[in-house]
């Protein structure tokens, strides 16, 4: 049989046949073995085959193959430093939800995002949710922000996930789409994804005071069906995100505003750090290029680690 993962807790797997029947099911144990070094072999979105246990009993499977992927989220294990984790596969674009500061979103943290959704084939937009929040100096940071990714080629929108503001605008985006919804705990994924499908109901909590941290509602990834012909995929909050396996003369190619101006550069291998005439480095000079963005690429390119603590954020 055939199917699709809707939700993975780890060690079993709810799979939705072609038919629309749901299955739970689980993985053998030589499959984990298979060259597969991630920490989930099968991830949310996996279009997988599957053998039922005992066609006499309630639905219980086991996957046997996974389908080749189009493209997938992946970053490191925080944990697990030599291993990976998958978030979610077949994903028609990306949401990623940003905070000015409840909780802080740093630029690091969203451009470690954005260069992986570019690496393995995913749009990503940008929700820069709790504008009701916002005094008059912090709009105004936001608006900064949001014009530092459209530059750069991302699309930026400002949203109220608690009173509806462009919610429908996310709404619209989504209709015949898979989309996963991302960013840190307390960014207000919950909040956003039950605002545009009320009838999920999923569970959302307050921001931890002390650290002005989110604090985890969502425990595992998983997909949903919706009324208007969209599917969402609801994943953790990430605190760090890890960037796996990128090549370091590749990297600039997944930032889009590096990669438009790399054919003006003298050498073609240009890693845009002391060469002359490197197109980068003139338009960062200039202005047209964000020193956060080219901070961020220096980092991932020397192998810096993500600052994955939320409590370590600078006071404003």
Same mark, same amino acid.
């Given at each position: 049989?055939?199917?699709?993962?809707?939700?993975?807790?780890?060690?079993?797997?709810?799979?939705?046949?072609?038919?629309?029947?749901?299955?739970?099911?689980?993985?053998?144990?030589?499959?984990?073995?298979?060259?597969?070094?991630?920490?989930?072999? =099968?991830? =949310?979105?996996?279009?997988?085959?599957? !053998?039922?246990? #005992?066609?006499?009993?309630?639905?219980?499977?086991?996957?046997?193959?996974?389908?080749?992927?189009?493209?997938?989220?992946?970053?490191?294990?925080?944990?697990?430093?030599?291993? =990976?984790?998958?978030?979610?596969?077949?994903? #028609?674009?990306?949401?990623?939800?940003?905070?000015?500061?409840?909780?802080?979103?740093?630029?690091?943290?969203?451009?470690?995002?954005?260069?992986?959704?570019?690496?393995?084939?995913? *749009?990503?937009?940008?929700?820069?949710?709790?504008?009701?929040?916002?005094?008059?100096?912090?709009?105004?940071?936001?608006?900064?922000?949001?014009?530092?990714?459209?530059?750069?080629?991302?699309?930026?929108?400002?949203?109220?996930?608690?009173?509806?503001?462009?919610?429908?605008?996310?709404?619209?985006?989504?209709?015949?789409?898979?989309?996963?919804?991302?960013?840190?705990?307390?960014?207000?994924?919950?909040?956003?994804?039950?605002?545009?499908?009320?009838?999920?109901?999923?569970?959302?909590?307050?921001?931890?005071?002390?650290?002005?941290?989110?604090?985890?509602?969502?425990?595992?990834?998983?997909?949903?069906?919706?009324?208007?012909?969209?599917?969402?995929? !609801?994943?953790?909050?990430?605190?760090?995100?890890?960037?796996?396996?990128? #090549?370091?003369?590749?990297?600039?190619?997944?930032?889009?505003?590096?990669?438009?101006? *790399?054919?003006?550069?003298?050498?073609?291998?240009?890693?845009?750090?002391?060469?002359?005439?490197?197109?980068?480095?003139?338009?960062?000079?200039?202005?047209?290029?964000?020193?956060?963005?080219? *901070?961020?690429?220096?980092?991932?390119?020397?192998?810096?680690?993500?600052?994955?603590?939320?409590?370590?954020?600078?006071? *404003?």
């Amino acid at each position: 049989m055939k199917g699709t993962v809707y939700k993975s807790t780890g060690s079993w797997y709810q799979v939705k046949s072609e038919e629309g029947k749901f299955y739970n099911c689980r993985i053998k144990g030589k499959f984990r073995i298979q060259g597969i070094k991630s920490t989930n072999p =099968v991830a =949310v979105g996996d279009r997988v085959e599957f !053998d039922l246990e #005992d066609k006499d009993a309630e639905a219980q499977g086991v996957i046997k193959e996974i389908e080749a992927r189009e493209n997938y989220i992946i970053r490191k294990s925080v944990n697990l430093s030599k291993q =990976v984790h998958i978030i979610a596969a077949n994903i #028609d674009q990306v949401f990623l939800l940003v905070t000015l500061n409840n909780p802080p979103t740093l630029t690091t943290f969203i451009d470690r995002f954005l260069v992986t959704a570019e690496a393995y084939g995913v *749009k990503a937009v940008i929700l820069f949710n709790k504008t009701d929040t916002y005094n008059e100096e912090e709009l105004i940071e936001v608006k900064y922000l949001a014009a530092i990714y459209r530059n750069a080629g991302y699309e930026c929108i400002g949203i109220s996930a608690k009173n509806g503001k462009n919610v429908a605008k996310v709404k619209e985006l989504m209709l015949g789409q898979t989309s996963m919804f991302a960013g840190h705990s307390g960014t207000g994924k919950s909040t956003l994804i039950n605002a545009i499908a009320p009838g999920l109901n999923l569970k959302t909590s307050a921001l931890s005071e002390q650290h002005k941290q989110g604090q985890h509602t969502t425990t595992f990834a998983e997909m949903f069906d919706l009324k208007f012909d969209a599917r969402i995929i !609801d994943t953790p909050g990430i605190k760090g995100f890890g960037v796996v396996e990128i #090549d370091r003369d590749e990297l600039g190619d997944y930032f889009p505003e590096f990669f438009s101006r *790399k054919q003006n550069c003298k050498f073609n291998n240009c890693l845009h750090l002391e060469e002359p005439k490197c197109a980068v480095k003139e338009d960062l000079e200039a202005g047209e290029i964000a020193w956060s963005r080219y *901070k961020s690429y220096l980092q991932i390119l020397e192998g810096e680690e993500d600052n994955y603590r939320t409590d370590i954020y600078p006071k *404003k």
